[in-house]
């Protein structure tokens, strides 16, 4: 079955503790996102990625960051979270390009105390 | 720079009423794709449709339809005859040659029995 997964599904953490939400999708797409979802401003990218060993930063990328060493995997990597990190996120996979449709997750509920 | 504007935060109908979601986006490039995307309740995001700036047909499947406006930077949703089913947070979002994705804040639409 084609799919978007994220681990872990509900997290919550404490300030300054790093953590990785991992992203995989398994239909070789080469675009791969990074949204957080937040009341009132929808979906927010954080970064994206064209292909292996290539991101770029969405509209709030600042206190995250992500790697792309497989085309399957995307992980999000947080290094020191703070509580307004806190929020649903959601990675995301297109066959080419910003302009296909996306693929999501079922999305990381995280919260940072 | 890109920006996608759903002034409708929430609307609330009555089954078979149709309803209208708006969407007005802003972007410099002549080449973008338009989206809609539907969260329910349970919180996946479905993609609905994808349309190219060069295509202004308006398009129809079942109940939904949309309507492409270049002229006044519209891309508007219609549910025609809603369904207690349809209830569900909808979000426009926009494409351009950056391949970012940008979102509109989302219309949460309530269908009542």
């Known amino acids: 079955e084609a799919q978007v997964t994220q681990n872990p599904r509900y997290l919550i953490t404490v300030t300054g503790k790093k953590l990785t939400v991992t992203c995989s999708q398994n239909?070789?797409?080469?675009?791969m996102s990074w949204y957080r979802q937040d009341p009132g401003l929808g979906l927010r990218q954080i970064y994206y990625s064209m292909n292996v060993e290539v991101t770029d930063k969405g509209d709030v990328p600042e206190g995250y960051k992500v790697s792309r060493k497989e085309k399957r995997n995307f992980p999000l990597i947080l290094e020191s979270p703070s509580p307004n990190q806190t929020s649903l996120y959601f990675c995301a996979s297109s066959a080419d390009r910003g302009y296909n449709e996306q693929f999501f997750g079922p999305g990381t509920r995280l919260t940072v105390l | 720079a890109q920006k996608v504007t759903q002034a409708q935060t929430e609307i609330s109908v009555v089954e078979k009423e149709d309803v209208t979601l708006d969407c007005v986006y802003e972007t410099r490039d002549t080449t973008y794709y338009l989206f809609w995307y539907k969260q329910p309740p349970s919180g996946e995001l479905v993609f609905l449709i994808r349309r190219n700036s060069f295509d202004e047909q308006n398009e129809i499947s079942g109940r939904y339809s949309w309507n492409f406006q270049k002229s006044t930077s519209s891309f508007n949703f219609t549910i025609t005859a809603s369904q207690v089913v349809d209830s569900a947070v909808y979000f426009c979002a926009l494409s351009d040659h950056n391949n970012d994705m940008r979102f509109g804040a989302g219309t949460r639409l309530t269908v009542k029995p």
């Open positions: 239909m070789n797409h080469e675009y």
